[in-house]
């Protein structure tokens, strides 16, 4: 703890914090343009400047930390000079065109500009002539441009992509793409959110609307399981001419959380409805008739709880395969850990300095957790394991190790894994036996992971300090999961590591929480609910009965982060609700948020109203959404299982994996979003397939088939291929172990 | 000193104006009065004044020019709102003026952003720019006021009669024999871009792993922070980048791609850091290069002389795959002679010797004689070590019978060991010693504690010491005695300190009486090194320094005899590793010209590199502003002894990630520009 004054006034730092933080803390306002608080200072607009007792002229504020007994000063005479003069600087050759500018009304520079009273250009330079930068669904507009680099530091520290740069050439500077013409990268759109001014903008948005007509709407992000705030800007122009609300993009609170593309881009997936009496009643009878409901996880805790009273009041089946797994695996998990759930979370993984990814695509599966990583890699220095069949080239500036293991060996690779991080660890003697009895030279084998490559684990994290393991869902699905969860469970209870696991879909933990799910078969006939069935309602595909989609329902979610997340609707629904749908079969309440109250405090809920949940974040970045569950405890009674013969994949095998920023048939809509739907491959794997770049193929499941494009992937190695999963021809990624063995025949080529 | 018409040149203030010739007062620096052989300068201008040397300079233009090089070279600037813009004024409304288009109204606004800039840039370059044009302004206001009310040009506005020369320089980068671009290499890592770090460095030092272990890092020493509270930690800092690069197991990311082949090639002999070092930088002009090395390994004395405890190989071994990925061809196990010298002259274009100095000298005592059994020379003693720790190669059965070693390898338990030194290799020798399981390793050294310190550093020093290294100082063997040619023990003088009564500098003399036996099983001199250069033909009667080291003239690194080139230890003596790389850096860009046009020349970037260097660019007496002292420096954890000693573990940890941070966060971006006119 470090005191100092500021302006007088006593104020105290933590150790590392910088003046300016402590300042912010403390309610002192010092200007700035280019601070973000969650990377490393830029220390490029010079404004923040603050005079001392200790030192002879000017120091910065974001980037010094102050000494003990340091004298501040932050609003003398000079600094507003010196300040004033600063912004006579951005303002030369700055076109004063505001008018025509997105930003405007929400520009850094507009503000700062009035904030010091700058009127008339002061100075003046030569002008050059700059051209507009279109790069997809970013463009850049350098004479806009105040060379802040936040967007840099952002896309570097923070996304991961590292994929633009400052071009250093005094006057002549601007941000270009590293390393190639065109800007290639996973568009986040991050840089976008933290431009202060209309340098980089939305070219869906650019001239589209104003920023005072827009109404904003906080929400949850309905992708992924992440549970990422973000605001939906909707435009309430209903007209005469019956014009309707819409949402014009999203933006969020880039001072303290990101999105990925996904949840910035990935907006207009809504669905419009009627009242339409008759359907709603064939959908009652349905539900009658079939007694059993086939749901996904993109559903609100609210809607689940419905789904679980219809299930206790009218005996209806309830079927969600993907979350009955994880529910499995976390009962399994709970029996060694005595905890409902896991203890860490995605901050844990940006705060550690060391981090074991196991089983899972997770800078695609959950981007949020990927960002956490680069967080953790870059500030911290974290090493980073990364345990997969197949290697992913998004990771590599995060990844110090990766560990490639044969593909369904997971259960041998999960009690190696937790024998070596175990090997301090004072566990029972039975376990400790369990651990020497392993047969180490038959799982390194079969799983072809030497053992010198647990030995660098080992070593790793012996000098790590803040650890966390990253459980991905090929783990939850696999058919050893529970074995597997109780090995990932020791771990967690008996290292200090906290333990995340990257839940496959939006609320399949809340889901998991509130239903008892039955187990569902080939050709059990349910109704669905965005879901396949043999009646459908919900908000995707052709259904019978339209629901709002999650855009348009108030209601909330749970994160991998256990917390539950409120979100609200942005463009009002007409049509009828889960809700409605329920009353008919005498479940009823006049609001679906009505139940939010009632989410069982057996699994942790905390009986708070939905009215009294919190959907933001501080100034300091407090994170003030919703509410964490409580871990409850439970019964400790599981046991480690020998570990079976572990199995081997031959011949054409595919793993369910989605292109960046696609999760669901929610993405799969959206306008601006990349759809690539095609089977990726290695040469290597063609080869044993027989076909060829841009082949069109047919690939036959255990359980259907469809037909796709083949892609031959030049960076890709091994004889694994991607097959995308959202696009819905194949269900949800997660109904099953990831990766498949399947037959691939070829249809025809592309022309 | 130096003969100026003008200067204000650290603050000096020194005004010929109309003065006679003779009476001239001089300038206390070393000032760049001629820019080379061919040119004299007209005037000198940088961060801290401004010096003419003749009084016909247009002073306008001068300063135009300046604020020109900064706008337009350098890449320093960019980086802050003020430096950015605050420099593009500066140069477009010299420019007005000059051209005979200002009002007076600009000279005030000119002023005033050069406050701006001078209380809030980025770094010390828009920081100091306006310095020595605020000195124009002044001293000579009539020239510019006659361009502003006569609206005419100034003087030679329109005349191309004059070079402007400008480079990019800073305290830390001028001291650092490899001149690294300090500034940016740190700049990388507290922007978390360890690419662009190492990018950097290796611009100038390709060994970045290795220098950011076991530099002694004289940058240290003039790094502007020390004005402030302590210097960075520098050398350290290198590591970031360097494992950024290995940790993820990117490719190499070199400063520059690769030129196609020019169709010339060079051979270099030796394949330690200064032979590393000219093939990276000539390969990276396109020469096609072999390596010629007489070891099984390549490193030099960075392989087989520091001690994995210090130097982890597989981390060296990086540095020199960054090399072989240019394509570099190393050809080992193969001494050259003067006889494939005579060869090389014909079949390469040009050859660069970098041999180092692999001759152990003698400690010069009674019955020092090399075929005693224990007399050990330190170099040698190292090789076998390191091999084999290193490298898994054995000591041959010949030699371990020489050495009285029990098994094939270096093992010395139950034995005790004297090592006479003071300096690097020495230390290296005891601490080896003791790894190896000596029973008794004892250092003696003429001189006092303190003198080692400053040979070595603090921390070696007492990690020797916490090891269990005995030191006797102020001592020095007088006689090896041997029984049957065995060594048995060693008769030590020892000495004393006699302050000269006249106030000179104190001797050290011979304490009567004092002198001592200790039992020893070895002796290792450790004293320095010589060069062998039997490679070199006798009849191209290359010149030699007086300590029989090859002679060049410091600058371009060639011999005496056409397109022979020479750097590193056998050009200089034994040095450092930092030494080694930037003599050769130095000598691949000559010889990349060389190879071409057959001249020898210095790019203006060097010629400018060496004038900053005598002219010394790192101000102990300056007083810092604009930074808050007080911050201390960050220190990196080592292993304890008893986790270190009885290993080859690296002693250091290096810094996390936090302190790293943090000590990058303290450098103070010191960079400046300077520009000659000639
Ligand atoms: C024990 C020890 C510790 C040291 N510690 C440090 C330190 O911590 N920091 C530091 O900066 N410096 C240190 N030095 C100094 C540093 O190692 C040298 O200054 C540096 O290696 C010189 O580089 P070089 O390339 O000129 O010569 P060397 O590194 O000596 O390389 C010369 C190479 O040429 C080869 N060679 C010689 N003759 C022939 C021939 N005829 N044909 C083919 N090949 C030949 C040799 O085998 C050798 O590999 C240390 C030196 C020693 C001995
Ligand atoms: S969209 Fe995201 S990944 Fe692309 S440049 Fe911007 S910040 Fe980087
Ligand atoms: S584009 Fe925006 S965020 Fe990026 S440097 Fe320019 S002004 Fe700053
Ligand atoms: S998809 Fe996931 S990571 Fe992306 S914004 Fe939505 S919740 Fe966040
Ligand atoms: S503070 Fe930084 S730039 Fe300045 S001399 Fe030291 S290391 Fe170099
Ligand atoms: S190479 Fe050595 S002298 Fe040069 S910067 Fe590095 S540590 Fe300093
Ligand atoms: S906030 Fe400190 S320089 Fe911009």
């Given at each position: 703890?470090?005191?100092?004054?500021?302006?007088?006034?006593?104020?105290?730092?933590?150790?590392?914090?910088?003046?300016?933080?402590?300042?912010?803390?403390?309610?002192?306002?010092?200007?700035?343009?280019?601070?973000?608080?969650?990377?490393?200072?830029?220390?490029?607009?010079?404004?923040?400047?603050?005079e001392?007792?200790?030192?002879?002229?000017?120091?910065?504020?974001c980037?010094?930390?102050?000494?003990?007994?340091?004298?501040?000063?932050?609003?003398?005479?000079?600094?507003?000079a010196?300040?004033?003069?600063?912004?006579?600087?951005y303002?030369?050759?700055?076109?004063?065109?505001?008018?025509?500018c997105?930003?405007?009304?929400?520009?850094?520079?507009?503000?700062?500009?009035?904030?010091?009273?700058?009127?008339?250009?002061?100075?003046?330079?030569?002008?050059?002539?700059?051209?507009?930068?279109?790069?997809g669904?970013?463009?850049?507009?350098?004479?806009?441009?105040?060379?802040?680099?936040?967007?840099?530091?952002?896309?570097?520290?923070?996304i991961?992509?590292?994929?633009?740069?400052?071009?250093?050439?005094?006057?002549?500077?601007?941000?270009?793409p590293?390393n190639?013409?065109k800007?290639?990268?996973?568009?986040?759109?991050?840089?976008?959110?933290?431009?202060?001014?209309?340098?980089?903008?939305?070219?869906?948005?650019?001239?589209?609307?104003?920023?005072?007509?827009?109404t904003?709407i906080?929400?949850?992000?309905?992708?992924?399981?992440?549970?990422c705030?973000?605001?939906?800007?909707?435009?309430h122009?209903?007209?005469?001419?019956?014009a309707?609300?819409?949402?014009?993009?999203?933006?969020?609170?880039?001072?303290?959380?990101?999105?990925?593309g996904?949840g910035?881009?990935?907006?207009d997936?809504?669905?419009?409805?009627a009242?339409?009496?008759?359907?709603?009643?064939?959908a009652?009878?349905?539900?009658?008739?079939?007694?059993?409901i086939?749901?996904?996880?993109l559903?609100?805790?609210?809607?689940?709880?419905?789904?679980?009273k219809?299930?206790?009041?009218?005996g209806i089946?309830?079927?969600?395969?993907?979350a009955?797994?994880?529910?499995?695996?976390?009962?399994?998990?709970?029996?060694?850990?005595?905890?409902?759930?896991t203890?860490?979370?995605?901050?844990?993984?940006?705060?550690?300095?060391?981090v074991?990814?196991?089983?899972?695509?997770?800078?695609?599966?959950?981007?949020?957790?990927?960002?956490?990583?680069?967080?953790?890699?870059?500030?911290?220095?974290?090493?980073?394991?990364?345990?997969?069949?197949?290697?992913?080239?998004?990771?590599?500036?995060?990844?110090t190790?990766?560990?490639?293991?044969?593909?369904?060996?997971?259960?041998?690779?999960?009690?190696?894994?937790?024998?070596?991080?175990?090997?301090?660890?004072?566990?029972?003697?039975?376990?400790?036996?369990?651990?020497?009895?392993?047969?180490e030279?038959?799982?390194?084998?079969?799983?072809?992971?030497?053992?010198?490559?647990?030995?660098?684990i080992s070593?790793?994290?012996?000098?790590?300090?803040?650890?966390t393991?990253?459980?991905?869902?090929?783990?939850?699905?696999?058919?050893?999961?529970?074995?597997?969860?109780?090995?990932c469970?020791?771990?967690?209870?008996?290292?200090?590591?906290s333990?995340v696991?990257?839940?496959?879909?939006?609320?399949?933990?809340?889901?998991?929480?509130?239903?008892?799910?039955?187990?569902?078969?080939?050709?059990?006939?349910?109704?669905?609910?965005?879901a396949?069935?043999v009646?459908t309602?919900?908000?995707?595909?052709?259904v019978?009965?339209?629901?709002?989609?999650?855009?348009?329902?108030?209601g909330t979610?749970?994160?991998?982060?256990?917390?539950?997340?409120?979100?609200?609707?942005?463009?009002?629904?007409?049509?009828y609700?889960?809700?409605?749908v329920?009353?008919?079969?005498?479940?009823?309440?006049?609001?679906?948020?009505?139940?939010?109250?009632?989410?069982?405090v057996?699994?942790?809920?905390s009986?708070?109203?939905?009215d009294?949940?919190?959907?933001?974040?501080?100034?300091?970045?407090?994170?003030?959404?919703?509410?964490v569950?409580?871990?409850?405890?439970?019964e400790?009674?599981?046991?480690?299982?020998?570990?079976?013969?572990l199995?081997?994949?031959?011949?054409?095998?595919?793993?369910?994996?989605?292109?960046?920023?696609q999760?669901?048939?929610?993405?799969?809509?959206?306008?601006?979003?990349?759809?690539?739907?095609a089977?990726?491959?290695?040469?290597?794997?063609?080869?044993?397939?027989?076909?060829?770049?841009?082949?069109?193929?047919?690939?036959?499941?255990?359980?259907g088939?469809?037909?796709?494009?083949?892609?031959?992937?030049?960076?890709?190695?091994?004889?694994?291929?991607?097959?995308?999963?959202?696009?819905?021809?194949?269900?949800?990624?997660?109904?099953?172990?990831?990766f498949?063995?399947?037959?691939?025949?070829?249809?025809g080529?592309?022309v | 000193?130096?003969?100026?018409?003008?200067?204000?040149?650290r603050?000096?203030?020194?005004?010929?104006?109309?003065?006679?010739?003779?009476?001239?007062?001089?300038?206390?620096?070393?000032?760049?009065?001629?820019?080379?052989?061919?040119?004299?300068?007209?005037?000198?201008?940088?961060?801290?004044?401004?010096?003419?040397?003749?009084?016909?300079?247009d002073?306008?233009?001068?300063?135009?020019?300046?604020?020109?090089?900064y706008?337009?070279?350098?890449?320093?600037?960019?980086?802050?709102?003020?430096?950015?813009?605050?420099?593009?004024?500066?140069?477009?409304?010299?420019?007005?003026?000059?051209?005979?288009?200002?009002a007076?109204?600009?000279?005030?606004h000119?002023?005033?952003?050069?406050?701006?800039?001078?209380?809030t840039?980025?770094?010390?370059i828009?920081?100091?720019?306006?310095?020595?044009?605020?000195?124009?302004?002044?001293?000579?206001?009539?020239?510019?006021?006659?361009?502003?009310?006569?609206?005419?040009?100034?003087?030679?506005?329109?005349?191309?009669?004059?070079?402007?020369?400008a480079?990019?320089?800073?305290?830390?980068?001028?001291?650092?024999?490899?001149?690294?671009?300090?500034?940016?290499?740190?700049?990388g890592?507290?922007?978390?871009?360890?690419?662009?770090?190492?990018?950097?460095?290796?611009?100038?030092?390709?060994?970045?792993?290795?220098?950011?272990?076991?530099c002694?890092?004289?940058?240290?020493?003039?790094?502007?922070?020390?004005?402030l509270?302590?210097?960075?930690?520098?050398?350290?800092?290198?590591?970031?980048?360097a494992?950024y690069?290995?940790?993820?197991?990117?490719?190499?990311?070199?400063?520059?791609?690769?030129?196609?082949?020019?169709?010339?090639?060079?051979?270099?002999?030796?394949a330690?850091?200064?032979?590393?070092?000219?093939?990276?930088?000539?390969a990276?002009?396109?020469?096609?290069?072999?390596?010629?090395e007489?070891?099984p390994?390549?490193?030099?004395?960075v392989?087989?002389?520091?001690?994995?405890?210090?130097?982890?190989?597989?981390?060296?071994?990086q540095?020199?795959?960054?090399?072989?990925?240019l394509?570099?061809?190393?050809?080992?196990?193969?001494?050259?002679?003067?006889?494939?010298?005579?060869?090389?002259?014909?079949?390469y274009?040009?050859?660069?010797?970098a041999?180092?100095?692999?001759?152990?000298?003698?400690?010069?005592c009674?019955?020092?004689?090399?075929?005693?059994?224990?007399?050990?020379?330190?170099?040698?003693?190292?090789?076998?070590?390191?091999?084999q720790?290193?490298?898994?190669?054995?000591?041959?059965?010949?030699?371990?019978?020489?050495?009285?070693?029990p098994?094939?390898?270096?093992?010395?338990?139950?034995?005790?060991?004297?090592?006479v030194?003071?300096?690097?290799?020495?230390?290296?020798?005891?601490?080896c010693?003791?790894?190896?399981?000596?029973?008794?390793?004892?250092?003696?050294?003429?001189?006092?504690?303190?003198?080692i310190?400053?040979?070595?550093?603090?921390?070696?020093?007492?990690?020797?010491v916490?090891e269990g290294?005995?030191f006797?100082?102020?001592?020095?063997?007088?006689?090896?005695?041997?029984?049957?040619?065995?060594l048995?023990?060693l008769?030590?003088?020892?000495?004393e300190?006699?302050?000269d009564?006249?106030?000179?500098?104190?001797?050290?003399?011979k304490?009567?009486?004092?002198?001592?036996?200790?039992?020893?099983?070895?002796?290792?001199?450790?004293?320095?090194?010589?060069?062998?250069?039997?490679?070199?033909?006798?009849?191209?009667?290359?010149?030699?320094?007086?300590?029989?080291?090859?002679?060049?003239?410091g600058?371009?690194?060639?011999t005496?005899?056409?397109?022979?080139?020479?750097?590193?230890?056998?050009?200089?003596?034994?040095?450092?590793?930092?030494?080694?790389v930037?003599?050769?850096?130095?000598?691949a860009?000559?010889?990349?010209?060389?190879?071409?046009?057959?001249?020898?020349?210095l790019?203006?970037?060097?010629?400018?590199?060496?004038?900053?260097?005598?002219?010394?660019?790192?101000?102990?007496?300056?007083?810092?502003?604009?930074?808050?002292p007080g911050?201390?420096?960050?220190h990196?954890?080592?292993?304890?002894?008893?986790?270190?000693?009885?290993?080859n573990?690296?002693?250091k940890?290096?810094?996390?990630?936090?302190?790293?941070?943090?000590?990058?966060?303290?450098?103070?971006?010191?960079?400046?520009?300077?520009?000659?006119?000639?």
């Open positions: 703890m470090i005191n100092f004054t500021i302006n007088g006034q006593p104020v105290t730092a933590q150790k590392g914090e910088t003046i300016l933080q402590a300042a912010r803390k403390a309610g002192f306002y010092i200007p700035t343009m280019c601070y973000l608080e969650k990377t490393t200072p830029c220390a490029s607009c010079r404004l923040c400047v603050v001392t007792d200790k030192t002879d002229g000017f120091i910065l504020s980037q010094t930390p102050p000494t003990e007994g340091l004298s501040v000063t932050i609003d003398s005479e000079n600094l507003k010196e300040r004033t003069n600063i912004m006579r600087l303002d030369v050759n700055h076109p004063l065109e505001c008018g025509v997105d930003k405007s009304g929400a520009c850094d520079l507009q503000n700062k500009t009035l904030e010091f009273g700058v009127s008339a250009q002061h100075f003046s330079a030569k002008e050059q002539h700059r051209t507009i930068e279109h790069w669904l970013i463009n850049y507009d350098p004479s806009l441009c105040i060379l802040c680099e936040k967007c840099v530091h952002v896309c570097n520290e923070i991961g992509d590292d994929a633009i740069e400052l071009q250093f050439g005094g006057y002549k500077s601007s941000v270009v590293k190639s013409e800007l290639d990268c996973t568009f986040c759109g991050e840089c976008i959110a933290v431009c202060p001014v209309g340098a980089l903008v939305s070219s869906d948005f650019q001239y589209s609307a104003n920023a005072w007509e827009l904003q906080p929400a949850t992000c309905a992708h992924c399981s992440a549970g705030s973000l605001v939906y800007e909707v435009r122009t209903s007209n005469a001419l019956g309707k609300p819409k949402i014009y993009r999203v933006t969020n609170d880039f001072e303290h959380a990101t999105l990925c996904a910035r881009f990935g907006f997936f809504g669905s419009e409805g009242k339409d009496e008759a359907e709603l009643a064939r009652v009878d349905a539900i009658q008739e079939h007694k059993a086939r749901f996904s996880s559903i609100t805790n609210e809607e689940a709880y419905i789904l679980q219809l299930k206790e009041s009218a089946k309830l079927y969600n395969e993907e009955r797994a994880y529910q499995d695996f976390m009962k399994a998990y709970g029996s060694i850990s005595g905890k409902k759930s203890g860490g979370s995605i901050d844990a993984v940006a705060k550690s300095d060391g074991i990814v196991f089983g899972g695509r997770i800078a695609t599966d959950n981007p949020a957790l990927r960002y956490a990583m680069t967080t953790a890699a870059r500030h911290n220095g974290a090493k980073v394991v990364y345990m997969h069949p197949l290697e992913d080239a998004l990771l590599q500036n995060v990844v190790q990766y560990v490639k293991y044969e593909v369904g060996t997971e259960e041998g690779v999960a009690a190696m894994l937790a024998k070596t991080l175990l090997k301090e660890a004072d566990v029972s003697e039975e376990t400790r036996r369990y651990f020497d009895d392993l047969d030279g038959y799982l390194c084998a079969e799983s072809n992971v030497g053992d010198e490559e647990f030995e660098r070593k790793t994290f012996a000098r790590t300090k803040r650890k393991l990253i459980i991905g869902s090929d783990l939850l699905s696999h058919g050893r999961a529970q074995n597997i969860a109780r090995l469970a020791m771990i967690e209870a008996y290292t200090d590591f333990v696991v990257a839940a496959p879909s939006v609320n399949t933990v809340g889901v998991s929480l509130i239903c008892d799910l039955d187990a569902d078969g080939a050709n059990v006939k349910a109704v669905g609910y965005n396949h069935g009646y309602m919900g908000s995707f595909g052709n019978q009965l339209r629901l709002p989609a999650l855009n348009s329902q108030e979610f749970v994160s991998i982060n256990h917390q539950v997340l409120p979100t609200n609707v942005a463009v009002a629904f007409e049509g609700t889960l809700n409605d329920a009353s008919r079969l005498g479940v009823s309440s006049a609001n679906t948020i009505d139940y939010t109250a009632q989410l069982p057996s699994s942790g809920f009986g708070s109203e939905f009294a949940l919190g959907n933001f974040y501080g100034p300091l970045g407090e994170d003030r959404r919703g509410y569950l409580e871990n409850v405890d439970v400790a009674d599981g046991e480690l299982e020998e570990v079976e013969d199995p081997e994949f031959n011949g054409t095998v595919v793993y369910r994996c989605n292109p960046v920023n999760f669901n048939a929610y993405t799969a809509q959206s306008r601006q979003l990349e759809k690539d739907t089977l990726r491959g290695s040469a290597q794997f063609a080869a044993a397939a027989k076909i060829a770049n841009g082949d069109k193929i047919r690939v036959e499941f255990g359980s088939s469809e037909e796709r494009m083949f892609v031959l992937d030049g960076e890709m190695k091994g004889t694994v291929a991607l097959v995308p999963s959202y696009d819905g021809a194949y269900g949800a990624a997660n109904d099953r172990y990831r498949e063995k399947v037959k691939i025949s070829r249809v080529s592309e | 000193m130096s003969k100026v018409y003008f200067s204000t040149w603050g000096e203030q020194i005004n010929n104006i109309g003065k006679a010739d003779e009476e001239w007062e001089k300038s206390a620096y070393n000032l760049p009065l001629e820019y080379n052989e061919h040119a004299s300068s007209k005037a000198f201008i940088g961060w801290d004044g401004v010096a003419l040397f003749s009084p016909d300079v002073v306008v233009r001068l300063a135009t020019e300046y604020a020109a090089q706008q337009v070279y350098s890449e320093a600037c960019g980086r802050c709102a003020p430096g950015r813009w605050g420099g593009r004024i500066l140069y477009d409304l010299l420019d007005k003026i000059a051209r005979g288009e200002g007076l109204s600009d000279m005030e000119l002023k005033e952003v050069s406050k701006t800039m001078q209380e840039s980025k770094c010390e828009g920081k100091t720019v306006p310095n020595p044009l605020l000195d124009l302004m002044n001293h000579f206001e009539s020239e510019f006021m006659a361009c502003i009310e006569g609206q005419k040009p100034s003087k030679h506005y329109h005349m191309h009669d004059t070079n402007y020369i480079k990019i320089t800073a305290p830390c980068m001028d001291a650092c024999p490899a001149h690294v671009d300090i500034p940016a290499y740190i700049e890592v507290r922007d978390l871009r360890f690419d662009d770090s190492l990018m950097a460095t290796r611009q100038t030092m390709p060994l970045a792993h290795t220098c950011g272990r076991v002694p890092h004289p940058c240290e020493t003039e790094c502007r922070r020390t004005n509270d302590e210097a960075i930690s520098i050398m350290e800092l290198k590591r970031l980048g494992d690069e290995t940790d993820h197991g990117f490719g190499f990311f070199h400063p520059a791609q690769k030129k196609p082949s020019i169709g010339k090639k060079v051979a270099v002999i030796g330690g850091p200064a032979g590393l070092t000219g093939a990276y930088y000539l990276l002009e396109g020469v096609d290069v072999d390596v010629y007489e070891l390994v390549l490193g030099g004395e392989a087989v002389g520091v001690p994995e405890y210090r130097m982890p190989i597989d981390k060296y071994n540095d020199i795959e960054a090399v072989r990925d394509g570099v061809n190393f050809i080992t196990n193969t001494k050259v002679t003067a006889d494939m010298m005579r060869q090389f002259e014909n079949d274009d040009a050859v660069l010797v041999t180092g100095t692999r001759i152990s000298k003698k400690v010069y009674d019955n020092e004689r090399p075929e005693i059994q224990g007399y050990w020379g330190a170099i040698d003693f190292l090789d076998k070590v390191n091999l720790v290193k490298y898994d190669i054995m000591v041959p059965e010949a030699d371990q019978k020489r050495h009285m070693l098994a094939n390898f270096v093992d010395l338990s139950g034995k005790t060991l004297a090592c030194g003071g300096g690097f290799t020495s230390m290296d020798v005891v601490r010693a003791i790894r190896a399981g000596a029973k008794k390793v004892i250092m003696l050294y003429r001189r006092d504690e303190a003198t310190i400053k040979n070595t550093t603090y921390e070696e020093y007492h990690e020797a916490e290294v005995e006797i100082f102020h001592s020095a063997v007088a006689k090896m005695n041997d029984e049957n040619d065995v048995k023990s008769t030590v003088d020892r000495f300190l006699v302050p009564p006249n106030g000179g500098r104190p001797t050290l003399e304490i009567d009486g004092a002198s001592f036996d200790i039992d020893v099983d070895y002796l290792i001199p450790a004293v320095s090194q010589s060069a062998d250069l039997k490679l070199l033909p006798e009849e191209w009667e290359i010149e030699r320094t007086s300590w029989a080291t090859i002679k060049t003239n600058k371009d690194y060639m005496s005899r056409k397109g022979i080139f020479a750097a590193g230890d056998c050009e200089y003596g034994p040095m450092t590793i930092v030494n080694a930037g003599q050769a850096k130095r000598a860009s000559v010889m990349a010209r060389y190879v071409q046009s057959g001249e020898i020349t790019s203006d970037d060097e010629i400018m590199e060496d004038h900053l260097r005598k002219l010394k660019v790192y101000d102990k007496k300056e007083k810092i502003k604009g930074w808050l911050l201390p420096r960050a990196s954890e080592v292993l304890t002894v008893d986790e270190r000693k009885d290993n573990r690296e002693v940890y290096g810094f996390t990630q936090e302190e790293a941070l943090a000590e990058a966060e303290r450098c103070m971006r010191c960079y400046y520009i300077a520009m000659v006119a000639h």
